[in-house]
């Protein structure tokens, strides 16, 4: 276990790096303005279940394995790029009138939990980012074990912010739902969200 004052470090750190809005808050901001906030809370611990999964990879040594490996990397950054626009064009196809029905029962939320640990488990930005910054906050011995406590502590600050989004993208869903215009137009920018993250990701990384 990592002393106080190395633990106040992370969790400092952590906070910095978690409010950035990344792929998986627009995810979840997103399906909560469309779906309900319910949608955003199963979306939410679906990311953050993908955080784990990327822990344990990189206590395993897996994620170093991918980050060393040309082909497992672009493999990963283009199969993350592909989900990303295949939810492009999904919103796009999306019936209007659908976007704020019932969330809960029109999509079961086992199935929002897994595309949300999908958003976060093909994102290689994420593998490298556990490779580089928990080792700063790792001191002695038992490197794998402080890899574990260091990542459950990051994957549960990492849920208090999502179920924010979450939450405030139900209150912004009851003034969404009363702009004809807006929902007109949401599924148009939602879709141009998700291209554009999509080729981010194809971009980045491209030369490794």
Known sequence: MPESSTLAAFVLASAALIVVPGPNLIYILNATLSQGRRAGVMCAIGVEIGTLVHVIAGALGIAAVIASSTVAYQTLRIAGAVYLAF??????????ELLFGDPMSRRHWLQLIREGALVNLLNPKVVIF???????????????????????????????????YAVTGGLLRGWLTSQPTVIRWQRYFTAALYLSLALVTLLSGAES
């Open 87 to 96: 939810l492009a064009l999904r919103a796009l196809q999306q019936p209007v």
């Open 130 to 164: 556990f490779l580089a910054f928990l080792p700063q906050f790792m001191r002695g011995a038992n490197a794998h074990g402080q890899a574990i406590v260091l990542g459950a502590i990051f994957a549960l600050m990492g849920l208090c912010i999502d179920l924010t």
